[in-house]
């Protein structure tokens, strides 16, 4: 299967831009996510990227994705404290979806 | 929010009993998975059901077993529960040859503990 690697926490001040990381080994993804979590809640679908794209932008939302380093990033602008939550990145594997372990985002006023 | 209905959201039962949990997928969505997802962790995915049988299964026992009914709700069943069961279970929908094939929605889970 694919490994997904998150770094575990992110802190970053209101108004500030985030910028989420992951790496994944496994390069036949044909598409790869960014889903949030908040406190014993399900996972809400974020964005994705079509695994021949480069970049991705949806609103506050920009997904770059270079193939050669596997590596997949999510930033997040303007940052609001409403927008702390775990953030997983997952890629396709077959029928089912590998995730890493999650970015715990902190906003702070 | 999605359309996914899981039900409980809590439970809780003792080692060696046996769970159901249930599965509403989103209007229009014809493919079920189950994820488990215990604490500090990543979701891990179980299996896959289309078309009322299993199509794809991840590491996890024989005990840990699942239906699809034909209006494509879902069962994740476990039998002799242990300790480790203990986690959020999350069921996803999807359509694959729908205009949105590739996004996969979640519900809200349904937390097990097991004592």
């Known amino acids: 299967g694919e490994d997904v690697e998150q770094s575990l926490f992110l802190s970053v001040r209101e108004g500030d831009s985030s910028v989420i990381n992951c790496t994944y080994t496994?390069?036949?993804?044909?598409?790869l996510y960014w889903y949030k979590q908040e406190p014993g809640a399900g996972l809400q679908l974020l964005t994705y990227?079509?695994?021949?794209?480069d970049m991705k932008q949806d609103q506050r939302l920009t997904v770059l994705l270079n193939k050669k380093d596997k590596h997949l990033s999510l930033r997040i602008a303007d940052t609001q404290t409403g927008d702390s939550a775990i953030y997983f990145c997952?890629?396709?594997?077959?029928?089912?979806?590998?995730f890493g372990k999650g970015t715990s985002l902190l906003v702070t006023p | 929010e999605t359309g996914v209905t899981q039900s409980p959201t809590h439970l809780i039962k003792t080692r060696g009993q046996q769970v159901t949990l249930r599965c509403s997928s989103q209007?229009?969505?014809?493919?079920v998975s189950w994820y488990q997802q215990a604490l500090g962790q990543g979701p891990q995915f179980i299996f896959q059901?289309?078309?009322?049988?299993?199509?794809g299964r991840g590491n996890f026992p024989p005990r840990f077993s699942g239906l699809q009914f034909p209006n494509y709700s879902s069962e994740l069943n476990v039998n002799a529960l242990e300790l480790d069961d203990s986690a959020l279970y999350l069921c996803?929908?999807?359509?694959?040859?729908?205009?949105?094939?590739?996004?996969?929605?979640f519900g809200s889970g349904t937390q097990l503990s097991v004592l």
């Open positions: 059901y289309y078309r009322e049988e299993e199509n």
């Open positions: 990227i079509f695994s021949n794209m």
């Open positions: 496994d390069s036949s993804s044909t598409y």
């Open positions: 209007s229009g969505h014809n493919t």
């Open positions: 996803a929908s999807s359509n694959p040859t729908g205009p949105e094939h590739e996004k996969l929605f």
């Open positions: 997952a890629g396709t594997s077959g029928y089912a979806l590998n």
